[in-house]
């Protein structure tokens, strides 16, 4: 089965902190996986994907296949990033076709 | 570029009526996605369309429908509403519809609620 667990539906850590993000997921294929975040009264918007392997306002999140696990990181938190985030994996079906699975998403609270 | 339009932004009904919502995707996207978002379940997939065929559907009573148009528009339509259908429904289109491969882009979403 295809699913996305994100474990903790709260992080609440200091300004300053580093912050990691749980994300595990079930897939027989090669998965894509992507963070996307939604702050407060805006749209849900993509954050980082795994295979551009980039870093976004500091996060970044590496795809580890033995642990099938896709951890959002920072090292220090600052407090405009208090958001919900959300892992998504992009998973194939018959046909060739995908779609977005997400999880449950973690709302990430950053105090001064 | 205009982004993702969805109407109304809210929206309250009655329990036993139905109800439809609107989305408008960006210019020249052709695939549509319909998610539920509830704060203990996170979006849940609903369906998604691909010029106006649907092409896959997620495990929600056929209560919830939908369709899409040839200008990509799409509306969701849920017929006997019940009080655990209040949500934020929220659209995303797809320049192709190769979710993961293109970057999908959010409406702001339409806040169901049912009394």
């Known amino acids: 089965a295809q699913r996305v667990t994100q474990p903790e539906k709260l992080l609440s850590v200091f300004k300053g902190a580093p912050v990691e993000l749980k994300c595990n997921y079930s897939?027989?294929?090669?998965?894509?996986l992507f963070w996307y975040v939604q702050y407060s009264r805006q749209r849900l918007q993509l954050l980082l994907r795994h295979i551009s392997r980039e870093s976004i306002k500091g996060f970044t999140a590496d795809l580890n296949k033995g642990e099938t696990s896709f951890h959002l990181k920072k090292p220090f938190a600052q407090e405009e990033d208090s958001a919900m985030y959300y892992c998504?994996?992009?998973?194939?079906w018959g046909g060739g076709y995908n779609k977005l699975i997400f999880g449950a998403g973690t709302r990430l609270a950053v105090h001064p | 570029k205009a982004g993702v339009t969805q109407t109304p932004r809210y929206l309250i009904k009655t329990r036993g009526q139905q109800v439809t919502l609107s989305c408008s995707p960006i210019?020249?996207?052709?695939?549509v996605s319909w998610y539920q978002q509830t704060p203990g379940q996170g979006l849940q997939f609903l369906f998604e369309y691909f010029s106006e065929t649907q092409r896959n559907k997620g495990n929600f009573p056929g209560r919830f429908s939908g369709r899409q148009f040839s200008n990509s528009r799409s509306e969701m339509n849920v017929s006997t509403l019940e009080l655990g259908d209040s949500a934020l429904y929220l659209c995303?289109?797809?320049?192709?519809?190769?979710?993961?491969?293109?970057?999908?882009?959010f409406g702001q979403g339409t806040r169901l609620t049912v009394v």
């Open positions: 210019s020249g996207h052709r695939s």
């Open positions: 897939y027989s294929g090669s998965p894509e």
């Open positions: 998504a994996l992009s998973a194939s």
């Open positions: 995303a289109s797809s320049l192709d519809g190769r979710w993961g491969k293109t970057e999908a882009f």
